[in-house]
């Protein structure tokens, strides 16, 4: 993610709102807020009952990955007060605030000045922001990142959250990676990750959990991220095929007492490398559309659980 690999090549006009609703929890919610209507609308009597009852099962068989209570009731629960019950069932993350840094932005590259004014860290000076990396094809992080981001924004919002972002597109430049941690502290979340993949030498694999070392600013909030970062790692493992890094950290996880993300947030916060771009079979899984929605359903997962 360090690395200054300029982007090439991208149109970046390829990134349209319809694909960031185009998350793997889309069918879940659809089918949730049709139970609900359907329940509603439908005539009194036996038929009622027997409708509510299949949409019903309908939803829960639909629903996926920890949250399905909060979309479909058990099929016991339905009953001849379907309606009562659909609505007051609550959403996970009802009240909730999640912050969601996309590292890099598609322009980057573009404003060499801006990138290397100095900012403070927490720790040091160090570089405003960087390009991020890129595969050897040129599909680059801050694609990658935004990508992930905006299906993740997506089911946090249908799981009841409020989202807050450090960027909002992948075409302009900025913000400085200590603008992005206020930009989230200010928010006050309950939560908070930030999303990169990593630029690494290609016979390297595997993804890694970042974790703040307490200097100050996070003190308050290193043992929560500690756990946050193993809910995420735990979810990587089940609900992708990434294997942990097999030359960064230790299974999976690392101590940064470097990056501006961690060693300022007042929220709890990790910072995930989801993969190696330089190395094919990494690089094959990160541009793909199904693996970028895997990791936003992995976060998603591993917010609920946290908040839990
Ligand atoms: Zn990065």
Redesign the pocket.
């Given at each position: 993610?360090?690395h200054s690999t300029t982007s090439r090549g991208l149109t970046l006009a390829e990134i349209g709102h319809h694909r960031l609703r185009d998350s793997p929890f889309a069918g879940r919610g659809q089918t949730g807020r049709i139970t609900l209507a359907a329940v509603v609308l439908r005539p009194r009597g036996k038929a009622r009952v027997a409708v509510a009852a299949l949409l019903a099962a309908v939803a829960a068989a639909a629903a996926g990955c920890g949250t399905a209570s909060a979309y479909a009731d058990p099929p016991a629960a339905v009953g001849t007060r379907a309606p009562a019950v659909a609505a007051a069932a609550p959403l996970p993350l009802a009240g909730k605030i999640v912050g969601i840094d996309p590292?890099?932005n598609g322009r980057n590259h573009t404003d060499p000045s801006f990138l290397n004014h100095q900012v403070w860290n927490g720790r040091e000076q160090e570089d405003c922001d960087?390009t991020?990396?890129a595969t050897d094809g040129g599909y680059t992080?801050a694609l990658f990142?935004f990508q992930v981001a905006g299906y993740l924004r997506a089911d946090l919002i249908k799981d009841g959250a409020r989202v807050v972002m450090t960027r909002t597109t992948n075409d302009g430049i900025g913000p400085c990676v200590n603008q992005r941690a206020s930009i989230i502290n200010a928010s006050h979340a309950d939560v908070a990750v930030d999303i990169?993949?990593?630029g690494a030498p290609s016979w390297g694999r595997g993804f890694t959990v970042l974790e703040p070392v307490a200097d100050g600013p996070n003190d308050r909030v290193i043992a929560s991220s500690a756990r946050l970062a193993a809910d995420v790692r735990a979810a990587m493992l089940t609900g992708t095929a990434m294997p942990v890094s097999n030359y960064d950290g230790k299974d999976g996880t690392k101590l940064r007492d470097d990056l501006a993300g961690l060693n300022l947030t007042t929220v709890p916060k990790i910072l995930i490398?989801a993969g190696n771009m330089k190395n094919p079979a990494d690089a094959a899984m990160l541009t793909s559309a199904a693996f970028q929605r895997q990791v936003a359903a992995v976060l998603l997962r591993a917010i609920v659980m946290f908040l839990r």
């Open positions: 993610m360090f590292g890099h960087t991020g990396t992080e990142n990169h993949a990593d490398e």
